[in-house]
């Protein structure tokens, strides 16, 4: 069973300020943020802007008010977040994780559940991998992709959310792979003006207004998508 030490809200905002975390801040040797936890009132459990050193996040359990992971402009493809909890952000646009104007951001088993708003948000940030992420019973949407061109989101599982388990928002070119989508208030997916994205081997399922809505979105692959019982409630 996981354990954690309490911690303190870590804000970075320099290639400095992770001088007191262990590694050299290379690919092969990143910074680690590690097993904490991090339960407080403050906007956010963990925020990183304007760094270029590799890092990474993870096992650590963060509940916060607006996010509980920030990573906004950092240096391509340096930042990681694995396995880390993050949950009941309550302000009104409260998220688990939040990557912006970020690209190259790696995602992978993390818990985003709980929270007011979204369980992961991506804004401006291109080939994001979210791999077997899991986020359910958010206010709003499981997963939101906003002008997240070229990333691949597999294996994650997004389940009764209050509106969709996963928006796609202007995010062309993405790839969606092997996800669950399950019992959320409105689409188990929605797409709009994401072109030329790959859905291939979703389950969607018991999704109270439809599987999956398109919309202004051509040239998209679907392939052995599962839609099972999905229905319209007026």
Known sequence: EQTYIDHEPIIITSDADFSVFSGSGTLEDPHVIEGLNITTSEKYGIFVSLTTKHFVI???????TNAGITIEMIAEGTGV???????????????????????????????????????ILLFF??????????????????IVAAFANNSLFSDNVCNNNGWEGLYLAG?????????IFSNNREYGIRMEYAD???????????NKACGIYAWKTDGCLFNYNWFISNYYIA
């Open 125 to 142: 940030s291109y080939y994001t991998i979210l791999y077997r992420n899991t986020c359910n019973n958010n206010g709003m949407n499981g």
């Open 171 to 179: 995010s062309a070119e993405s790839n969606l792979v092997s996800n």
């Open 81 to 119: 977040l694995i396995n880390n909890i993050c949950t009941r952000n309550e302000n009104s646009n409260g998220v688990g994780i939040q990557i912006a104007f970020s690209n190259k951001v790696g995602l992978r088993d993390n818990i985003c559940n709980d929270n007011e708003a979204h369980g």
């Open 196 to 206: 030329n994205s790959a859905l291939v081997n979703n389950t969607l399922e018991d």
């Open 58 to 64: 993870r096992d650590c359990y963060i509940d916060a």
